[in-house]
């Protein structure tokens, strides 16, 4: 049990359909982050909520699309995805400047067909 | 411009034995934190051991120790008496504060296999 929760931790979805990521966090943290994790490349940072507000989006594409209503919950809309989307999507959340750094979720597995 | 760097892609080592994964980093802030994860097959990233800026002496955390050398913005992770275990991607990162926020930036990770 790591703190943070990801569901699905798998997901197969086409390129026509919406699905959301959700991420839940009771650690009382108040950041939380979205990361993409491709093969063979540093991971991505998408977006980033303190306090239930949004302070980044590293020029996502808008078929990505973030909400936060509390900062316990982190969800990722997704919609028209393309085959490339596919990727380990990793939900972090800190406390400022703790020396344990974040805390990750176990990731959703996104297939994109 | 890269911030981390991790140059091995991929490491091989005997179980018993010690394994060095090298991590480099660029900022020009004085103060950072630099962080060492372990990513097993299963996908879940674990955080080993943290190293602040302003520490002088190199963290440890059991087996793990950071060789921390300001000067040539090194950040090594020594892995002593290796496991199978031990098998998994590890992410050297660094924490940035930047636009009011905390944000870690990750290297592309060392593929670490131990050898039984």
């Known amino acids: 049990e790591t703190g943070v929760t990801q569901t699905p931790r798998h997901l197969v979805m086409g390129m026509t359909n919406k699905k959301s990521l959700k991420c839940e966090q009771h650690?009382?943290?108040?950041?939380m982050y979205w990361y993409k994790q491709s093969a063979k490349k540093p991971l991505e940072l998408m977006f980033v909520?303190?306090?239930?507000?949004?302070?980044e989006n590293n020029s996502v594409p808008s078929r990505f699309s973030p909400e936060c209503p509390n900062s316990s919950h982190l969800f990722l809309h997704l919609h028209t995805l393309q085959p490339e989307d596919s990727a380990l999507y990793l939900c972090?959340?800190?406390?400022?400047?703790?020396?344990?750094?974040?805390?990750f979720g176990s990731g959703t597995r996104l297939t994109v067909v | 411009a890269q911030k981390i760097t991790q140059t091995q892609p991929g490491m091989f080592v005997q179980e018993k034995e010690a394994v060095t994964l090298d991590c480099t980093y660029d900022?020009?802030?004085?103060?950072?934190?630099l962080f060492w994860y372990k990513q097993p097959s299963s996908g879940e990233m674990i955080f080993l051991i943290y190293?602040?800026?302003?520490?002088?002496q190199n963290a440890t955390e059991g087996r793990y120790s950071l060789n921390f050398q300001k000067a040539r913005k090194s950040a090594n992770l020594v892995i002593s008496a290796s496991q199978l275990g031990d098998s998994a991607m590890y992410f050297c990162?660094?924490?940035?504060?930047?636009?009011?926020?905390?944000?870690?930036?990750f290297g592309t990770g060392t593929r670490l296999k131990v050898l039984a």
């Open positions: 972090a959340s800190s406390q400022d400047d703790s020396p344990y750094g974040y805390t």
């Open positions: 650690l009382g943290h108040n950041a």
């Open positions: 909520y303190n306090f239930k507000e949004q302070t």
């Open positions: 900022t020009s802030d004085q103060s950072y934190g």
């Open positions: 190293q602040g800026s302003y520490d002088e």
């Open positions: 990162a660094m924490r940035e504060y930047t636009s009011g926020t905390y944000k870690y930036i």
